[in-house]
């Protein structure tokens, strides 16, 4: 059973006993108002209605031997006004004794025996005083007449006490009542009060208790104790709760295991990591000095060959030559732009705040010579200062001005265009020429490393540059594309973000690769 279909049967019961105890309360409430109204508006006014028909019997004989004795007729009206009240006083009796039958015939008894008595004697008496009889000549008659009286009398007196019996046992069910209807009350209120306890108790065992207990449990899992168990109980969607958390503590078992042993296998590739790049940097070290002495050795060695010997050497042996120190001098071009590419990201760690207007002008002097002999023009917007390497924001200026100049067409000066944009992320950054420019076909190949889309004699350099340009961009958390929507010679756009996001790594053997344009 669940906690939701307990707690509604919990409910459920205790709304019944509500019920049933409101129901029992209204039985008991209804038993002792019906004993108190039948007590306080029937016998009670009956009792009285009885006792004033005695004594309006008493004022009539009263009134009736009075006029007897005396003749005077002012005395009869007592006698006609206690007629007409005593009739009224025996209806209202009669009404209140209606749900008393025993009662209501000693009354009609009663009345009977007065109505008798009025009409032999009071009416007779009456008439022959009117006559001239004297009132002792009618002595006789008032004798007959008062044991006449008595017998009516002796009716309502016996009328009064089964009235005082009927009254005295009402007020006995009233208080045997009222008794009754505060001990249910009090035991409606003593179960609904015991029903909350054992509610309570419930709840607690049910409910509650399987909820802290499983709190606990996740409380204890998630200090670290993850291979502690959580048994199912209590009701079946706190139990299936339960299967679900021991569920997920399983899957963070397994996950956390999975994750050590990939944390182990990455420290291990960490490690295999660090030995390559000490091997690396020891192979750049060897690159640097090592293998360039011997190619310095060739140049040289052909070059002196050559001024030796060029007067006994034909014209192919002098080719053969050349062809010896220009490969020389493009292996050690070689050598140098790959030191340069390998070191960006490990050996340039000056990071800082870099005027980008400053960069700029360091790359125009660096390449004043050929800017010069294109008779190139470079216009630029007013360049920020951003976050970053100036080496390297050198480097990258210097090889994108330097592809625009030697990229250029031969019937007009090259014109370099510099422009920036901000944004909230940072700023984009385009290079546009008016040179030869670049199919969109080559769009992605042009980044790659020693890719060249012109044969090697017709344009000088390693094609590493551009590969170095979007390798310093993405250095600095940015990215490098060719805009192929421009037609007018080649536009190259770049990003960089204006927080800093690069990582600082110790320069190695304390070498700066040297600056190499494409």
């Given at each position: 059973?669940?906690?939701?279909?307990?707690?509604?049967?919990?409910?459920?019961?205790?709304?019944?006993?509500?019920?049933?105890?409101?129901?029992?309360?209204?039985?008991?409430?209804?038993?002792?108002?019906?004993?108190?109204?039948?007590?306080?508006?029937?016998?009670?006014?009956?009792?009285?209605?009885?006792?004033?028909?005695?004594?309006?019997?008493?004022?009539?004989?009263?009134?009736?031997?009075?006029?007897?004795?005396?003749?005077?007729?002012?005395?009869?009206?007592?006698?006609?006004?206690?007629?007409?009240?005593?009739?009224?006083?025996?209806?209202?009796?009669?009404?209140?004794?209606?749900?008393?039958?025993?009662?209501?015939?000693?009354?009609?008894?009663?009345?009977?025996?007065?109505?008798?008595?009025?009409?032999?004697?009071?009416?007779?008496?009456?008439?022959?005083?009117?006559?001239?009889?004297?009132?002792?000549?009618?002595?006789?008659?008032?004798?007959?007449?008062?044991?006449?009286?008595?017998?009516?009398?002796?009716?309502?007196?016996?009328?009064?006490?089964?009235?005082?019996?009927?009254?005295?046992?009402?007020?006995?069910?009233?208080?045997?009542?009222?008794?009754?209807?505060?001990?249910?009350?009090?035991?409606?209120?003593?179960?609904?009060?015991?029903?909350?306890?054992?509610?309570?108790?419930?709840?607690?065992?049910?409910?509650?208790?399987?909820?802290?207990?499983?709190?606990?449990?996740?409380?204890?899992?998630?200090?670290?104790?993850?291979?502690?168990?959580?048994?199912?109980?209590?009701?079946?969607?706190?139990?299936?709760?339960?299967?679900?958390?021991?569920?997920?503590?399983?899957?963070?078992?397994?996950?956390?295991?999975?994750?050590?042993?990939?944390?182990?296998?990455?420290?291990?590739?960490?490690?295999?990591?660090?030995?390559?790049?000490?091997?690396?940097?020891?192979?750049?070290?060897?690159?640097?000095?090592?293998?360039?002495?011997?190619?310095?050795?060739?140049?040289?060695?052909?070059?002196?060959?050559?001024?030796?010997?060029?007067?006994?050497?034909?014209?192919?042996?002098?080719?053969?030559?050349?062809?010896?120190?220009?490969?020389?001098?493009?292996?050690?071009?070689?050598?140098?732009?790959?030191?340069?590419?390998?070191?960006?990201?490990?050996?340039?760690?000056?990071?800082?705040?870099?005027?980008?207007?400053?960069?700029?002008?360091?790359?125009?002097?660096?390449?004043?010579?050929?800017?010069?002999?294109?008779?190139?023009?470079?216009?630029?917007?007013?360049?920020?200062?951003?976050?970053?390497?100036?080496?390297?924001?050198?480097?990258?200026?210097?090889?994108?001005?330097?592809?625009?100049?030697?990229?250029?067409?031969?019937?007009?000066?090259?014109?370099?265009?510099?422009?920036?944009?901000?944004?909230?992320?940072?700023?984009?950054?385009?290079?546009?020429?008016?040179?030869?420019?670049?199919?969109?076909?080559?769009?992605?190949?042009?980044?790659?490393?020693?890719?060249?889309?012109?044969?090697?004699?017709?344009?000088?350099?390693?094609?590493?540059?551009?590969?170095?340009?979007?390798?310093?961009?993405?250095?600095?958390?940015?990215?490098?594309?060719?805009?192929?929507?421009?037609?007018?010679?080649?536009?190259?756009?770049?990003?960089?973000p204006k927080p800093a996001a690069t990582a600082a790594v110790p320069e190695?053997?304390?070498?700066?690769?040297?600056?190499?344009?494409?």
């Open positions: 059973m669940t906690t939701s279909r307990r707690l509604s049967v919990m409910m459920l019961g205790m709304t019944v006993l509500v019920l049933t105890g409101g129901g029992v309360g209204a039985v008991a409430l209804s038993h002792t108002a019906a004993v108190s109204n039948r007590l306080a508006d029937h016998i009670s006014p009956a009792r009285t209605a009885v006792s004033r028909l005695e004594s309006g019997l008493l004022e009539q004989v009263a009134a009736v031997r009075g006029y007897v004795v005396t003749g005077d007729p002012e005395l009869l009206r007592p006698y006609e006004e206690g007629v007409a009240a005593e009739r009224a006083t025996a209806q209202r009796a009669r009404d209140l004794l209606a749900d008393e039958p025993e009662a209501r015939r000693e009354l009609d008894a009663a009345l009977a025996l007065a109505e008798r008595w009025r009409a032999e004697y009071p009416t007779r008496l009456i008439a022959a005083r009117r006559a001239g009889t004297s009132a002792a000549e009618l002595a006789p008659v008032v004798r007959r007449s008062g044991l006449a009286f008595d017998a009516a009398q002796a009716a309502l007196t016996s009328l009064e006490a089964r009235l005082d019996r009927v009254q005295a046992a009402g007020r006995a069910d009233l208080d045997r009542a009222r008794a009754l209807r505060d001990l249910l009350f009090v035991a409606i209120l003593a179960t609904l009060l015991l029903s909350s306890i054992v509610i309570s108790v419930l709840v607690r065992t049910t409910v509650l208790r399987p909820l802290d207990r499983l709190g606990a449990s996740v409380r204890r899992v998630a200090g670290g104790d993850f291979e502690h168990r959580l048994a199912p109980e209590g009701p079946a969607d706190i139990a299936r709760l339960t299967t679900d958390v021991e569920t997920m503590r399983q899957r963070m078992v397994d996950a956390l295991h999975t994750g050590r042993r990939q944390r182990d296998a990455l420290e291990q590739q960490a490690a295999e990591l660090r030995r390559s790049n000490e091997d690396l940097e020891q192979f750049a070290y060897v690159a640097s000095h090592d293998l360039q002495e011997p190619l310095r050795k060739v140049a040289s060695f052909c070059q002196m060959l050559h001024r030796r010997y060029a007067d006994q050497l034909d014209d192919r042996g002098r080719q053969y030559i050349g062809y010896a120190v220009d490969g020389a001098t493009r292996m050690q071009s070689l050598i140098n732009d790959l030191l340069a590419f390998s070191r960006i990201g490990r050996v340039y760690s000056d990071d800082r705040e870099v005027d980008l207007a400053a960069t700029l002008a360091q790359a125009e002097s660096n390449l004043s010579e050929p800017i010069a002999e294109a008779g190139a023009e470079i216009v630029a917007d007013p360049l920020p200062v951003v976050h970053g390497d100036p080496t390297l924001l050198t480097m990258l200026w210097q090889n994108l001005l330097g592809n625009a100049v030697k990229f250029r067409r031969p019937d007009r000066a090259p014109r370099v265009r510099v422009t920036v944009t901000e944004d909230a992320a940072g700023w984009e950054f385009a290079v546009a020429d008016n040179g030869i420019g670049i199919d969109p076909r080559y769009a992605d190949k042009i980044f790659l490393i020693f890719q060249r889309l012109h044969p090697r004699g017709t344009y000088d350099g390693t094609g590493i540059g551009l590969a170095i340009c979007k390798k310093i961009i993405e250095y600095h958390g940015g990215t490098l594309w060719l805009d192929d929507a421009h037609t007018e010679g080649a536009r190259f756009v770049f990003t960089l190695q053997k304390g070498e700066r690769a040297p600056v190499a344009p494409a």
